[in-house]
């Protein structure tokens, strides 16, 4: 082990151990500075799981490869979120740790949902205007088959359901048991 002594800022000494042996490769200056930006994988995995994903099921697939998906997806469009604050913060000269990740979330969100508001009718006008132009019939045949079908993850519950109009069951009787015990004799 490789043990790294330093004080921020006058206070307390911080010990850093280390399996990083090669001191020109990795200098104790560099490791104490990276050590405190160590945090920064916790808030990435939080920004995943609570503010971008939602307050919802873990993942709604049910086969691994479609939880292999959707884990992709959730990994692009964190990285792209990134991305845009990465800009922000280039662009204005600070520090990206100073940009919130919600509120860049949320005005993403919203100009998504403005986009698609006014989608149709922009696909309305295209698709018209093509059709004048080519003069032809836009059908795009027959639509092919879902790869994959989506299932709907039920909670799991205490309480057992029963569809209305059905009678309930009789409670479950168990036959009383009668246990014995033999006195072992020792000589």
Known sequence: ????????????????????????????????????????????????????????EVLRSTDPQL???????HLVVHHCLTGIIMQLADSNGIDPDRISFVKVLKHTRRSVVRQLADTPPKIRRFLTALAAKVRRKLDSGTRR???????????????????????KAPPRRVPARTITLQAAIVQ
């Open 145 to 167: 088959l879902r790869e994959a079908d989506r299932f709907l993850k039920r909670p799991n519950s205490l309480y057992s359901y029963r569809p209305k109009g059905k009678p």
């Open 67 to 73: 939880v292999r998906q959707e884990v992709w997806a």
């Open 1 to 56: 082990m490789r043990v790294i002594e330093y004080r921020v800022d006058g206070g307390e000494v911080i010990r850093l151990l280390t399996d990083l042996f090669d001191h020109d490769a990795y200098p104790a200056r560099e490791l104490a500075v990276l050590y405190h930006e160590r945090w920064e994988v916790e808030s990435a995995y939080r920004q995943i799981k609570t503010f971008q994903r939602g307050r919802q």
